[in-house]
């Protein structure tokens, strides 16, 4: 950590959480709570470990969600003076830690926090072209996803895409 301050970096948390959420089997962690579930087909569900597992499929929890949320408006505030670039880049950063943890989730929930994301981006870009609102209609037209895909925005749905795909076999 101290070697990482040294070099210039101000959020060594990033950097820590980062590294420790890849030592983590998920695979190994997700059959064992499987395991632990009698009933996975229940419509109550439960909460653990920061997912909802229910109706035998698993998403982030209501509180992982609003935590996301909250970090994401931390750093789009429609009034920053900072770039989009830099703004995209802020972002990027909690993106990529909560994939890492949650990458395990139903595929549902990628596509629309990705929009929310986008939503929020747009809003900033309305802002500073005078007019009011959230990033919706024609701002779709005007800012597009691929805009935003050549920003640099890391995407979560094509996050999961990635990680589903099965390992290239070797030759040798």
Do not use: C
């Amino acid at each position: 950590m101290d070697q990482l301050l040294k070099s210039g970096h101000r959020f060594v948390v990033d950097a820590d959480l980062r590294s420790y959420f890849d030592t983590i089997p998920h695979e190994q962690l997700m059959e064992r709570v499987k395991e632990r579930v009698e009933d996975a087909a229940s419509e109550e569900g439960f909460e653990f470990l920061g997912y909802y597992f229910g109706r035998g499929r698993r998403w982030p929890g209501k509180k992982s969600l609003g935590k996301l949320r909250d970090a994401i408006r931390s750093r789009t505030p429609r009034t920053s003076g900072a770039s989009l670039q830099e703004i995209i880049a802020g972002v990027n950063r909690g993106l990529r830690g909560w994939f890492g943890y949650f990458k395990h989730s139903y595929r549902t929930t990628f596509t629309y926090l990705d929009g929310w994301v986008r939503m929020r981006l747009r809003s900033i870009l309305r802002k500073r072209q005078k007019q009011r609102g959230r990033g919706r209609g024609r701002d779709h037209q005007r800012w597009p996803n691929k805009f935003f895909a050549g920003l640099g925005l890391y995407s979560l749905k094509q996050a999961q895409m990635l990680a589903r795909q099965p390992a290239q076999a070797v030759n040798h």
